[in-house]
């Protein structure tokens, strides 16, 4: 592998999905370096969420491949492969709409996603051990949700159950995360917090963002890729794209920034 490519952790390979003899993607073609933040960004119906899908192989692309390179392992082609095979390869992914469970406290949340997929017979069974906790707690301490960790997640503020759910990400140790929209729905302040959440969080893993409030993308990203009707418009640092006429007639034009 060149030099330049070590620092890789993520290869979008000319990826296009045809739904019904309609072009969502077309050749997109992106390279995610390590230990960044990327935001993908666009108007409604660019595709970002397609392409998050296509990533953690919840949709097919009808032609392109994506690899993955994790550190110290050989590569490896999420294109095709099984969603819950991708986790365990390393790839986390926070949906929009939250799935804690409201009824256990934060600390039993944060056990079963421990567990993966087998959590709920496996907790009943093993209690978690000293190492694992010890874990869990430096993570929500990363969310600042340490102090909250023996009460019901579904007594968290908004904010703090996005927060919890990026905290069940990390314990699986991902090498790659993805988030769909985080701040939706959250005031200024939670916002910026969950930026400075992300900064940190990209010292252990790389992390792939889609989001509107540009506020936010300011504050956060690494590098932005602009989609626009499913096809790359620009790529770069975020000062530089937000500055393109182009990009700035995309957004005027279709009214995608809220
Ligand atoms: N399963 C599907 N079948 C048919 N068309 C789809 C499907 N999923 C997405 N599309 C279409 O593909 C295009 C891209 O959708 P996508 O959800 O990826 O956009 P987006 O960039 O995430 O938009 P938003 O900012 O509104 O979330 C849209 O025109 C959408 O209607
Ligand atoms: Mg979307």
Request: aromatic share 6%; proline share 3%.
């Amino acid at each position: 592998m060149p030099q330049s490519e070590q620092n890789i952790v993520l290869k979008i390979n000319s990826v296009s999905v045809v739904f019904d003899g309609f072009f969502a993607l077309t050749e997109v073609d992106i390279a995610v370096e390590r230990h960044t933040i990327r935001f993908f960004i666009g108007p409604n119906g660019a595709g970002k969420t397609t392409l998050l899908d296509i990533i953690c192989a919840k949709t097919k692309p009808t032609s392109g491949t994506v690899q993955f390179f994790p550190v110290g392992r050989a590569p490896v082609r999420l294109t095709g492969m099984k969603e819950h095979r991708i986790v365990t390869e390393g790839v986390g992914r926070k949906f929009q709409v939250p799935s804690v469970f409201v009824n256990l406290t934060v600390m039993d949340n944060m056990v079963l996603s421990l567990r993966g997929h087998k959590g709920v017979i496996d907790s009943i069974f093993h209690r978690p051990s000293k190492a694992d906790i010890e874990d869990i707690e430096r993570i929500l301490e990363r969310v600042d949700l340490r102090d909250r960790r023996d009460v019901k997640a579904g007594t968290l503020a908004h904010g703090e159950k996005q927060w919890l759910e990026i905290a069940m990400q990390l314990v699986q140790k991902p090498e790659l995360i993805m988030l769909d929209e985080p701040a939706a729905g959250m005031g200024k302040s939670e916002t910026f917090k969950t930026g400075e959440i992300l900064r940190e969080i990209k010292k252990e893993c790389s992390v792939i963002v889609v989001e509107h409030d540009m506020e936010f993308v300011k504050q956060v990203a690494d590098m932005v890729t602009v989609l626009h009707e499913g096809k790359v418009l620009m790529e770069g640092q975020v000062g530089d794209v937000l500055a393109d006429k182009t990009v700035q007639a995309v957004y005027l034009g279709r009214g995608g920034e809220r």
